[in-house]
């Protein structure tokens, strides 16, 4: 998604001067193009991440719109009190790009893991949260909320190869988009652990367990009125997320059901407990804590 992002930011930066990006001494070999066509509305404000963000919100505040891009677990944690005193209060239109959340990051270990922004971020009034998917739908994602008032959460995905079949870059905030239908099961999966959910429902399909797939790319907004029509008619439900189990999306889809008292059993499919003592790739983390393909496959199976 990264690819996408710049592209898209290149592109609306040409149609509004409005438009500038900091980062927090990191992005090489990817923000380059935003940079040498924009030097003058581009800035490194260094390991700085809450710097980053109170340059950002003065120059929302001046009547421009910043995009403060770093490493997901820096770009939310590190200046989180920032973000809440700064655009979140303000309403200001700050953008905060989150990139590679989840384990992406892989062999640095867990101080690069990202396992609970979208928890903390949408707690925040005021404050839009937004995961796509793939790349296709962070490009729409971008493009849809640039023209907000208030402040923006994107978390991205460093893969821009990144393709979820069925979802065709489609991104209405607030909603929620269905992949496949079935009716063994409701699987919600949210950002780029889509893939993975596709997959493992792909191999329930071949085990003679259709379920629907939706794909939640919008987190505040909720998209609660999707989410409790579609789970009206089932009984049985799965989020599956590259993020604690608690307060992310199972948290969310928890709060949706109780809320609409629907007859749904929930199980949130996540990472559990904290990989402080481990590191590996992204695969091999993802695995490690039961939430790539092969497991989420038996996990839901194991209770149809």
């Given at each position: 998604m990264r690819k996408a992002f710049v592209e898209t930011l290149v592109a609306l930066a040409r149609a509004d001067e409005r438009v500038c990006l900091l980062t927090g001494d990191l992005g090489f070999g990817a923000l380059e193009p935003f940079a040498s066509e924009f030097p003058d509305r581009f800035f490194n404000v260094g390991v700085a991440e809450q710097d980053m963000i109170g340059i950002a919100t003065g120059l929302a505040a001046s009547g421009f719109i910043p995009y403060a891009y770093s490493i997901a677990t820096f770009a939310s944690l590190r200046p989180y009190e920032f973000i809440r005193n700064g655009p979140i209060v303000h309403r200001l239109?700050?953008?905060?790009?989150?990139?590679?959340?989840?384990?992406?990051?892989?062999?640095?270990?867990?101080?690069?893991?990202?396992?609970?922004?979208?928890?903390?971020?949408?707690?925040?009034?005021?404050?839009?949260?937004?995961?796509?998917?793939?790349?296709?739908?962070?490009?729409?994602?971008?493009?849809?909320?640039?023209?907000?008032?208030?402040?923006?959460?994107?978390?991205?995905?460093?893969?821009?190869?990144?393709?979820?079949?069925?979802?065709?870059?489609?991104?209405?905030l607030g909603r929620c988009d269905t992949l496949s239908d079935g009716h063994a099961a409701a699987v919600f999966s949210v950002g780029a652990i889509t893939r993975n959910a596709y997959d493992a429902t792909r191999r329930l399909s071949d085990m003679g367990h259709d379920c629907t797939l939706v794909a939640v790319s919008t987190l505040a907004p909720a998209?609660?009125?999707?989410?409790?029509?579609?789970?009206?008619?089932?009984?049985?439900?799965?989020?599956?997320?590259?993020?604690?189990?608690?307060?992310?999306?199972?948290?969310?889809?928890?709060?949706?059901?109780?809320?609409?008292?629907?007859?749904?059993?929930?199980?949130?499919?996540?990472?559990?407990?904290?990989?402080?003592?481990?590191?590996?790739?992204?695969?091999?983390?993802?695995?490690?804590?039961?939430?790539?393909?092969?497991?989420?496959?038996?996990?839901?199976?194991?209770?149809?």
């Open positions: 239109p700050v953008r905060i790009v989150g990139m590679g959340a989840g384990m992406e990051y892989g062999s640095n270990g867990i101080s690069h893991y990202c396992l609970e922004d979208l928890g903390v971020m949408r707690i925040q009034p005021n404050l839009t949260v937004v995961a796509p998917a793939d790349s296709q739908q962070a490009r729409a994602a971008v493009l849809a909320t640039h023209e907000l008032e208030g402040p923006v959460y994107l978390s991205l995905s460093k893969n821009d190869q990144l393709l979820v079949p069925g979802l065709e870059g489609r991104f209405q998209p609660a009125p999707d989410i409790a029509e579609l789970l009206d008619g089932f009984s049985l439900a799965f989020t599956v997320e590259a993020h604690y189990i608690t307060g992310g999306l199972g948290s969310m889809v928890s709060e949706i059901i109780a809320e609409a008292g629907l007859p749904c059993r929930l199980t949130r499919c996540g990472v559990t407990v904290a990989p402080a003592m481990l590191s590996g790739s992204q695969a091999a983390m993802e695995a490690e804590c039961k939430i790539d393909a092969a497991h989420l496959a038996h996990t839901i199976a194991l209770q149809l």
